[in-house]
Structure formats: structure tokens, C-alpha cells
């Protein structure tokens, strides 16, 4: 199993739709946990921290459950802009092992 | 405001040639770390430093080294370049464990 997976899409939603991504890690342990943006041929971007709490940040809700072991992404009311691939990060033992998802690729549609 | 500045964007070396990506931060930043990405396995961590002087391994260390003689600095040298290599770099810096800064990429091809 991987240390870090997300579904990779694409998700196609209509401008104005909510939609929602997961990622799951397998070790109990890790740490702390972050979604980045990375839009094509680019730098990933850090988008947000997740907070044991759940966190939101505008239209961006990111929420942690460590039950379950998968953190999520919420973006409401899509925009255009928002078309890019989200980065699930996952931070395991200090900052030496940091660990990326594979990206879940999202497209808004007009 | 430069941020992290990776030279350069692009390059091809032939099997065995040596090179130096550069990265260089003016943030002060004391983590900085060079990840590799390729399509289907998300970025992994190449070598990383919390300071200057300090270096460590990440997940995928072999066939290259890395130095910080200071805080702004932090190339990343391939020893005798192989097709494997061929890949996306990028250099990152941040003051905690979330990477904030990524420099814009050097796309390296090895033929």
C-alpha cells in the first residue's frame, strides 16, 4: 500500500460546483498534513495547512480524521481558476520524511 | 522579491556527464530540500538541510550530492548523469515542515 494516496481524476465539475477530494495515508503516526496546488508544467503551491479541527480558508475547507486516516479537501462554488492538480502532503517523523501524494487532477468546465 | 530561484529550467546531459542544479533562497529560510517528480509517483525527496553546514538523505538519494555552505544556497550535483535521472527538480525552502516556497523547476533530460 502506498504512504500516501489520492484518487488521481480528473474530476470534471460545471463552474459554481462543490466538490471534494480525500487522501489517505497509512501510518498512524504522521504528523501534519497539507494540500497544494500544482497547475501544469508549474511549482506546487502550498494551498493550506489541515488542522486536527478542520480548517477553512474562503471557498477551501480541509478537514483531518485521524480514525480513519484520510484528509480531505473541500472547494465550494468552483471557479475556472481553480482547474490544477491538489497536492496531498504528509509530514510522518520531522521534516525528513515528507511525503506527496500523486495529485488528483481537477478541471472546472464552463 | 526573488523567493527561490532554480537555474536552470531546462537541460539535456548525455549518460555520464556531471551537473549542478542551483537553488538559492532569500527568505533565510533554514529548511531547504530538492524533491524529484515524476508522472505517476508525486514529488520525492532527494536531499534535504535545516541549516547551514547540515545535509541529510531523503527517499531517493543515490547519484547525488548536495552541500549548504550557506543559508541562501543549496546545489544539488549529479554525479554521472543516467536516463533514469531524466525528471522534473525542484528546490523548496520554508521555515517549518510544509514546504511554502518551490522554485519553478528544472526540467532534465539524459539521453
Known amino acids: 500500500r502506498k504512504e500516501v494516496e489520492q484518487d488521481p481524476g480528473p474530476f470534471n465539475v460545471p463552474e459554481g460546483a462543490t466538490v471534494a477530494f480525500n487522501c489517505t495515508y497509512s501510518n498512524s503516526a504522521s504528523q501534519s498534513f497539507f494540500w497544494y496546488r500544482q497547475d501544469c508544467r508549474k511549482e506546487p503551491k502550498l494551498l493550506m495547512s489541515v488542522y486536527s479541527s478542520g480548517n477553512e480558508d474562503g471557498r477551501f475547507t480541509a478537514q483531518l480524521n485521524r480514525a480513519s486516516q484520510y484528509i480531505s479537501l473541500l472547494i465550494r462554488d468552483s471557479k475556472l481558476s481553480d482547474s490544477a492538480t491538489y497536492l496531498c502532503v504528509v509530514n510522518q517523523e520531522g521534516y525528513q520524511k515528507v511525503t506527496f501524494g500523486t495529485g488528483t487532477k481537477l478541471q472546472v468546465i464552463p | 522579491n526573488a523567493g527561490v530561484t532554480q537555474t536552470p529550467k531546462f537541460q539535456v546531459l548525455k549518460t555520464g556527464q556531471s551537473m549542478t542544479l542551483q537553488c538559492a533562497q532569500d527568505?533565510?529560510?533554514?529548511?531547504m530540500s530538492w524533491y524529484r517528480q515524476d508522472p505517476g509517483m508525486g514529488l520525492r525527496l532527494i536531499h534535504y538541510?535545516?541549516?547551514?553546514?547540515?545535509?541529510d538523505q531523503g527517499e531517493v538519494p543515490n547519484g547525488y550530492n548536495v552541500s549548504r555552505s550557506t543559508t541562501e544556497d543549496f546545489p544539488l550535483r549529479l554525479l554521472s548523469a543516467a536516463p533514469s535521472q531524466t525528471s522534473v527538480y525542484f528546490c523548496a525552502s520554508s521555515t517549518g515542515q510544509a514546504m511554502a516556497f518551490f522554485g519553478q523547476g528544472t526540467r532534465l533530460t539524459v539521453v
Open positions: 538541510s535545516v541549516g547551514a553546514g547540515i545535509t
Open positions: 527568505m533565510n529560510h533554514e529548511y
